[in-house]
């Protein structure tokens, strides 16, 4: 079974910083997508960032140029980046990984790590 340890979630003033971290054990396959999503109070969970174990990454617009997604497969870790954070940036944030095993679909969710932008 995989598991997702997320870290590095708080509370943080508009345009700030935080760094999203989230380790995957268990045996994941070594080629998989890895990512964020977030869900705010009454919005829809939403695909914040992807990145594929061979480095194809994919963004929401609404983080394109203030979040990075990045990656190190040897450490089976995904990390968020977050610049620049604004208030509707408050979200719980979800480590998402994905996988295909002999055509079947796996996904696995982090326990979420909540991330507040306020003053």
């Known amino acids: 079974q995989v598991q997702l340890v997320e870290s590095g979630g708080g509370l943080v003033q508009p345009g700030g910083s935080l760094r999203l971290s989230c380790a995957a054990s268990g045996s994941i396959l070594s080629s998989n997508t890895m990512g964020w999503y977030r869900q705010a109070p009454g919005k829809e969970r939403e695909l914040v960032a992807a990145a594929t174990s061979g480095g194809s990454i994919n963004y929401a617009d609404s983080v394109k140029g203030r979040f990075t997604i990045s990656r190190d497969n040897a450490k089976n870790t995904v990390y968020l980046q977050m610049n620049s954070l604004k208030p509707e940036d408050t979200a719980v944030y979800y480590c998402?990984?994905?996988?295909?095993?002999?055509?079947?679909?796996?996904?696995?969710w982090g326990q979420g790590t909540q991330v507040t932008v306020s003053s």
């Open positions: 998402n990984a994905r996988e295909i095993r002999s055509l079947i679909r796996y996904e696995y």
